[in-house]
């Protein structure tokens, strides 16, 4: 079972109660991505581009390491904690 994360700013846009999340029966990021779009539609276009890599803008944490872009297939049997962070625009 795997524990989800998610960043505050996608939980207000999308209504996500605050907490951690448990996972089953996922094997990679783009499993996580369309088992939250199944619940929150519309997500998956703040997280993954339409090539199927992750958006430059959010960052996928495996157990606190980061995921490349393009690394969506990472096998995740291994892994305890994902946690989901999109960048904030700043000045």
Request: proline share 5%; net charge negative; aromatic share 6%.
């Amino acid at each position: 079972m795997i524990n989800l994360k998610i960043a505050t700013r996608l939980r207000e846009i999308y209504e996500i109660p605050s907490g951690n999340y448990k996972l089953d029966n996922v094997v990679n990021i783009t499993d996580v991505v369309f088992l939250m779009e199944e619940k929150h539609p519309g997500i998956k276009n703040d997280l993954i581009l339409e090539n199927g890599h992750i958006r430059p803008d959010v960052i996928f944490y495996l157990d606190g390491e980061p995921v490349e872009p393009e690394a969506v297939n990472t096998e995740l049997s291994n892994v305890s904690t994902i946690r989901i962070v999109q960048a904030m625009a700043g000045g």
